[in-house]
């Protein structure tokens, strides 16, 4: 996704910062992004008080004593009535069902996101039915890694990266303006794009591409596993994935995923026919076009 699409509009990182205070932020699901999320709010001074929501207390609270929360809490619906912000970093298939049982317990005024990397069916399934206190609004941080726990969190997981934000058209616009300068304020670029044009794109961007590594992987026999240099783990690298955030987001992005892998199998199989008729030129042709889309690419790694 070199640029946003027609329908989307970008915002700059320090652009209405000023806006994005909220006194209580609520994180659902303490794990990297949760956490991270956490650690990037309280760091930057940006809100009074950060609870993270969880099923295991223990976990939590040693995620509060590495300084990631002020406050922990199992019961969701108890740390949501203390919200302004409310977000949910859990498996995508737990997100509609949260949101439903925390926005009952909202004050007025409450903000609901989250970071899943699907929208179509959240946004759908949430731009109505919430009581009048609360409004939800997708949100999707562009950052992560396949690592998982609240251990690899970190606060500049954030810095120089993409938020894109998914409002519907019942959106109120000053609550996508809150929701903007808070991603902006733990120093994200915000773009907004419709769920669906969202789901498209990520789809392309990184669904598919965790399927072909998890492919790639499968593929590795046994006796050449001591032969796997950098290039085949910097290739695999995200098959590391956990399967309990990817089955859900393969099957509630499902025809967006089918359509980039028929795409992908095209190219894969343009280039293997090249191969089979020692087309040195077509070879040549088709590599040099991935190479130059590589190379065009701007990726901000954070250091491990």
């Known amino acids: 996704?070199?640029?946003?699409?027609?329908?989307?509009?970008?915002?700059?990182?320090?652009?209405g910062v000023s806006r994005c205070r909220f006194d209580t932020v609520v994180v659902v699901g303490v794990g990297l992004l949760g956490g991270s999320v956490a650690l990037a709010a309280r760091?930057?001074?940006?809100?009074?008080?950060?609870i993270g929501v969880g099923r295991t207390a223990p976990r939590l609270e040693q995620a509060r004593e590495a300084g990631l929360l002020d406050a922990i809490s199992t019961d969701l619906v108890a740390a949501a009535a203390q919200a302004d912000l409310l977000i949910f970093a859990t498996p995508v298939n737990l997100i509609v069902a949260g949101v439903r049982e925390a926005a009952l317990?909202?004050?007025?005024?409450?903000?609901?996101?989250?970071?899943?990397?699907?929208?179509?069916?959240?946004?759908?399934?949430?731009?109505?039915?919430?009581?009048d206190t609360a409004t939800f609004i997708g949100s999707h941080p562009l950052a992560g890694s396949e690592k998982q726990g609240w251990e690899h969190s970190r606060a500049d997981l954030f810095d120089g990266r993409v938020c894109v934000v998914t409002p519907t058209e019942s959106s109120r616009r000053d609550e996508?303006?809150?929701?903007?300068?808070?991603?902006?304020?733990?120093?994200?670029?915000?773009?907004?794009?419709?769920?669906?044009?969202?789901d498209r794109a990520l789809a392309q961007t990184s669904?598919?591409?965790?399927?072909?590594?998890?492919?790639?992987?499968?593929t590795l026999a046994d006796e050449n596993r001591s032969l796997a240099a950098t290039g085949f783990a910097d290739t695999t690298r995200i098959a590391a994935?956990?399967?309990?955030?990817?089955?859900?987001?393969l099957l509630d992005n499902r025809a967006a995923v089918l359509a980039s892998l028929d795409e992908f199998s095209t190219q894969l199989a343009a280039i293997r026919a090249a191969i089979a008729q020692g087309n040195a030129d077509d070879i040549r042709r088709l590599w040099d076009q991935g190479k130059t889309i590589r190379e065009q690419l701007k990726i901000r790694r954070v250091a491990e």
């Not at 590594?213 to 499968?218: H, I, K, N, P, T």
């Not at 994935?241 to 987001?249: E, F, L």
């Open 207 to 218: 669904h598919v591409p965790h399927v072909v590594a998890s492919a790639l992987a499968r």
């Open 43 to 50: 760091q930057r001074g940006i809100v009074r008080r950060v």
């Open 241 to 249: 994935g956990d399967p309990n955030v990817w089955v859900p987001i």
């Open 1 to 15: 996704m070199s640029q946003p699409p027609n329908n989307s509009t970008a915002a700059s990182p320090n652009s």
């Open 176 to 198: 996508v303006a809150r929701l903007t300068a808070f991603w902006q304020a733990i120093g994200m670029s915000v773009v907004e794009m419709s769920p669906e044009a969202h």
């Open 105 to 131: 317990a909202c004050r007025p005024g409450t903000l609901i996101t989250d970071v899943g990397s699907t929208k179509a069916h959240l946004c759908r399934e949430l731009s109505a039915g919430l009581p």
